[in-house]
C-alpha cells in the first residue's frame, strides 16, 4: 500500500467514527430532551455527511480498503459512545 492510501485509510476511519459518535450522541441528547444541543450536533453532522458524499461521488474509484475502513470507524463510533463514554 502506498501512503496516500493509508492516509485515506486513515482520515475515512477518523471521519467515519465522529460522524456515528455524533449521531449517537444526537440520539441520546433528544431522548433526554436536549434539543439544542441535538440540533447543533445536526448541523455538524450534516457537514460530514456531505463531504463523504461528494468524496463517495467523486474520488473513492471503487477500493474496498477505505470503503471498509469508513464502515469501521462508523461503528466504533457507535461503540465507544454507547458503551465507554458517561453521558
Not at 24 to 35: A, C, E, F, P
Not at 55 to 70: E, K, P
Amino acid at each position: 500500500m502506498n501512503l496516500q492510501l493509508i492516509g485515506q485509510i486513515f482520515g475515512y476511519f477518523a471521519i467515519g467514527f465522529v460522524e456515528m459518535f455524533l449521531a449517537t450522541q444526537r440520539t441520546y441528547w433528544i431522548s433526554k430532551g436536549r434539543s439544542r444541543a441535538a440540533a447543533l450536533l445536526v448541523f455538524f453532522e450534516n457537514f460530514l455527511a456531505i463531504y463523504i458524499i461528494y468524496q463517495i461521488a467523486n474520488n473513492l474509484g471503487g477500493n474496498l480498503f477505505v470503503l471498509v475502513s469508513y464502515a469501521l470507524g462508523n461503528a466504533l463510533g457507535t461503540y465507544i459512545n454507547l458503551e465507554k463514554i458517561p453521558f
